[in-house]
């Protein structure tokens, strides 16, 4: 069974930066495709970016621009570089590991308020 565990979060003023890490054992990591997702409160879960096994990256028009998904397949690890943090960027954030069965990690907080 795969399991993801997220760090990185926390609070920061508009127009910061913060970098998400994911780290996944348990799978053949190399294969699998990865996303990030968020949900803020009262919403629905939506997908933040994704990146290919093959590096392939994929985003959310909301972030296009100021977010980078980048994977480290040695590491076993996927980061979200976010720039430009805005409030609406807030929610907790996760990792996905993007196969069938797909896994989630246990989310990490993401607060951008001044």
């Known amino acids: 069974q795969v399991q993801l565990v997220e760090s990185g979060g926390g609070l920061v003023q508009p127009g910061g930066s913060l970098r998400l890490s994911c780290t996944a054992s348990?799978?053949?990591?190399?294969?699998?495709?990865m996303g990030w997702y968020r949900q803020a409160p009262g919403k629905q879960r939506e997908l933040v970016a994704t990146?290919?096994?093959?590096?392939?990256?994929n985003y959310a028009d909301s972030v296009k621009g100021r977010f980078t998904i980048s994977r480290d397949n040695a590491k076993n690890t996927v980061w979200l570089q976010m720039n430009s943090l805005k409030p609406e960027d807030t929610a907790v954030y996760y990792c996905?590991?993007?196969?069938?069965?797909?896994?989630w990690g246990q989310g990490t907080q993401v607060t951008v308020s001044s």
């Open positions: 996905r590991w993007e196969r069938y069965p797909a896994y």
């Open positions: 348990g799978g053949i990591f190399s294969v699998a495709a």
């Open positions: 990146i290919g096994s093959g590096g392939r990256t």
